[in-house]
């Protein structure tokens, strides 16, 4: 079992740049699939950026393409998300997770195993 827990997040102006980080715990990080999802106020939850386990393959939802990087450190059980050029409709709470059986990366929530409680980001205009 693995937990997750995001830090980063906050307010800032459109435009603005935030980092988000989520550190896990155990030994077996670099053996999960991680993505990172948001879930606006009122909306579903969906689909930001996933990385593989090596990190070698990354995938990422259109709304964010160009602006999101998302990126993992297995030395530090750490994955972050760089988010530049950031818009009023990014506001959400960014949420971690990790797939256990993945080979490569998966924009699907259900197909995670494990979640963090999230952080908020908020931007405004």
């Known amino acids: 079992q693995v937990q997750l827990v995001e830090s980063g997040g906050g307010l800032v102006q459109a435009g603005g740049s935030l980092r988000l980080s989520c550190a896990a715990s155990?030994?077996?990080?670099?053996?999960?699939?991680m993505g990172w999802f948001r879930q606006a106020l009122g909306k579903e939850r969906e689909f930001v950026a996933a990385?593989?386990?090596?990190?070698?393959?990354?995938r990422y939802a259109d709304s964010v393409k160009g602006r999101f990087t998302i990126a993992r450190d297995n030395a530090k059980n750490t994955v972050y998300l760089q988010m530049n050029s950031l818009k009023p409709e990014d506001t959400a709470v960014y949420y971690c997770?990790?797939?256990?059986?993945?080979?490569?990366?998966?924009?699907?929530?259900?197909?995670?195993?494990?979640w963090g409680q999230g952080t908020q980001v908020t931007v405004s205009s």
């Open positions: 155990g030994r077996t990080f670099s053996m999960y699939a």
């Open positions: 990385i593989s386990r090596s990190g070698g393959n990354t």
């Open positions: 997770a990790a797939d256990r059986l993945v080979l490569g990366t998966t924009a699907v929530a259900a197909e995670y195993d494990y």
